[in-house]
């Protein structure tokens, strides 16, 4: 296909304002893209997948052109002739706002001689696979004196463009295609060109992260060839998403949550096959963006080589941690996750490990469309050798199953006092959908409300905890009668700095001790959040705070203006 073609395509598209019409051309450009007798790869077919969305590379390739907007604007500039500098093309950019109208400005290829060394193979006719080949080049150029060679071959590619060419070249190097060409759009329009179901080739895409790939799979081999495409080790896949929710909507749409820390920390995808080498395997791990950051990060590599026996693809989080393995904050994490130099220095200065909550792939089978609890099941099963508890295994994020909304408040308060963010909430039956967010994974919805509530008691910690108060009661003030009635406790939400201090600030009001409960005399008014607010008559209100976590306190009230009863009867109603 000369690359003239997919300039018109992209044209019509781009003047295309509806949705439909936009996949009738999308699928057009996909059924007219190269044919049969092609040989080399990849296919005119794949390529013009990946332009048409601004993409040179695969969306799993880490591979980037690494060429920036000054270099492009040198290389347009050199294209245009000699009264054109790059000053020229900003200002130029300044008036016109995007980098395909200006380029399309300007009349290239009338630079001959010396001049137009890089020029590509000097074709009057652009290809679609010679501006690829060129990209290939340009992006694997690097080194003392690579940027000139970038704009060498970038400007042998403009030399060659006709305006329209130019314009979407530009945009294509710089990643700002903006023809309205989404990835779904593409996916619509590989089910229409090749007749094949839209869902198996969404399945297809999830698998591979390689629309050119699934577009050429659905032209030659049809639906029997998507069905065949699985997982590849080595080959990163986009993560699943979650979304905020409630802990009520969690227990109202399914039997039983499954429930899980969320930790602070970076996402990772470990892939490792063993098949590669005999001194252990390859190894790679990927971001959430899918860069591979394998280098940046040792330790998890070693983890893997001591851990890790057969293939195998997971889905975790990496953590720094303190010299006492306890985790610090996200800022932390980014000190180490893309670190390209002096990583051992910086392994030296802030350590991580790796917590895995899910399992994509082992032993040669693909797990997507297994449950999240047989998922897990198969993860236990690649972190240990059978004989650990689970609560054993070092590495492995353990899941609970349960219908109590008490046993998940305390799960939740457990994460929050060992230092993590607090609670996912999963749908037990849920299978593994790259790159959705979806309402089968939730993260625990921050409070959205909070009450000014008195403290009247409290109880003393346990273990390291033993010397301050932790549990605290809160109460509202009843308008009708003028006592404190209790709504509830809260123990969530609050650090061991922040212990100390709520231990001195309530100490000098004990009014009474029995055990480790302490009655309080009213004087401290708490901040506090909470997910709803239900009836119980565990509480002398008869409500009572489900999930209620502490925010802070309030030194600018008194107790006499602390919330009241009849407040939280109208907030619950």
Known sequence: MEFATFADRAAAIEAEPADLEIIEHVRDLLEDAGGSE????????????????????????????????????????????????????????????????????????????????GAGNGSDDLTVREVYDDLVDLAATEGEGSEDRKIDILFGLFNQCSSDEARYLARLVLSEMRIGVGEGTVRDAIAAAFDVPEERVERALQVSNDYGEVAQVAREKGLEGLDAMDLEVGRPVQAMLAQAGTVTDALEEWEEVAVEWKYDGARIQLHHDPADNSSGGEIRVFSRNMEDVTDALPEVVEYAEETLEGPAILDGEVVAVDDAGEPLPFQEVLKRFRRKHDVEKAREDVAVRPVFFDCLHADGEDLLEEPLTTRHERLEGVLTDGEDRPEDVDGLSLLWLTDDPDEIESIDAEALESGHEGIMLKNPESTYSPGRRGKNWRKRKPDVETLDCVVTGAEWGEGRRATFLGTFELSVRNESTGELETVGKVATGITDEKLAELTELLEPHIAAEEGQEVEIEPAVVFEVGYEEIQSS?????????????????????????????????????
């Open 38 to 117: 092609e040989s080399s790869e990849p296919r005119t077919i794949e390529i013009v997948a990946r332009f048409v969305q601004g993409r040179v590379f695969p969306a799993w390739d880490s591979t980037t052109l690494d060429i920036g907007p000054s270099a492009c604007y040198a290389a347009i500039a050199r294209a245009a002739g000699q009264n054109v500098d790059s000053d020229d093309v900003e200002d130029r950019l300044a008036d016109v706002g995007e980098i395909g109208e200006v380029a399309a400005s300007y009349e290239f290829g009338g630079q001959q001689g010396l001049d137009a060394f």
């Open 537 to 573: 008559p565990t509480y002398s209100s008869g409500y009572a705070l489900r999930f209620p976590r502490f925010v802070a306190v309030r030194d600018d009230k008194e107790t006499v203006d602390a919330d009241t009863l009849e407040r939280v009867e109208r907030l619950q109603s």
